[in-house]
């Protein structure tokens, strides 16, 4: 695997001005062969990850959980594209 991974972005509709939360975001990536696919696989799989849009839930959640090094720095990756598309989607 190749040490920067190219991570394509699906379209993102939000109705009504609303903010898709994170769990949501992410299934996107769910048939990606990365970190951040794995990370969405893991997610669809704990029936307990917060419906949360706070970075620092998220993060201490994975914690919680005993997350990898790697999973939390794909995760912060992941962060950083979701906010970035959230931006994009509401006009920031």
């Known amino acids: 695997m190749e040490a920067q991974q190219k991570i ?3 379209k993102i509709s939000i ?3 609303k903010t898709m939360i994170f769990k949501t975001w992410i ?4 048939n990606e062969d990365n970190p951040i ?3 969405a696989r893991d997610n669809e ?3 307990s990850f917060p ?15 005993n997350a990898s090094e ?6 912060d990756k992941a962060w950083q594209l ?7 989607c509401v006009g920031y």
């Open 15 to 17: 109705d009504g001005g």
């Open 51 to 65: 419906d949360s849009n706070s970075y620092n839930e998220l993060y201490d959640y994975l914690y919680s959980q």
């Open 70 to 75: 790697l999973c939390l720095l794909s995760f």
């Open 27 to 30: 299934q996107q990536f769910i």
């Open 8 to 10: 394509k972005l699906s």
């Open 82 to 88: 979701y906010n970035a598309r959230q931006r994009k």
């Open 37 to 39: 696919g794995d990370l």
């Open 45 to 47: 799989q704990d029936p």
